[in-house]
């Protein structure tokens, strides 16, 4: 959890689609400087791949972050595509993940610092249930996609 002494907030995102393509969700759980939990989000995305899920719960989180004032973050994913196109180390090639990288982008420029970092899957397991959730939500309510 964040807590250090420079004040940085944690945000830790995930995306889940059963599929690859299928329907798809997304989480975010920002946590504050002192580690207490601010936010818990989900969002059910329809259909989609598992690296767009992972970049809707970066902006959706990151989205958030900006609205509560957080400007030092900390973000951890699972996703080791996510994280090495952010800090650079792979080109983005895909036109629609290109388009959401674009967006990360500029709303990481907003904060005054950040870092990117991956995680294993099983220290981001409050993201997970939280995308998985959005999912299952959708399902109960009859919102389940049809592939024509």
């Known amino acids: 959890m964040a807590g250090d002494p420079g004040g940085e907030w944690l945000l830790m995102v995930d995306g889940a689609s059963r599929g690859n393509p299928g329907e798809a969700g ?8 002192t580690g207490k939990t601010l936010r818990e989000l989900c969002r059910y995305l329809g259909h989609a791949t598992n690296n767009v899920a992972e970049y809707e ?15 030092r973050l900390r973000v951890e994913s699972d996703s080791q595509l996510l994280v090495r196109q952010l800090n650079g180390l792979y080109r983005v090639k895909d036109r629609k993940l290109s388009q959401l990288h674009h967006k990360a982008q500029g709303l990481l420029r907003q904060l005054d610092t950040y870092r990117i970092i991956h995680v294993r899957r099983e220290q981001n397991r409050v993201a997970d249930r939280l995308a998985n959730q959005a999912i299952d939500d959708a399902n109960k309510k009859g919102l389940r996609v049809r592939d024509f």
């Open 26 to 33: 997304c989480g975010a759980v920002i946590y504050g400087e």
């Open 57 to 71: 719960g970066l902006l959706m989180g990151l989205e958030e972050v900006l609205r509560l004032g957080g400007q």
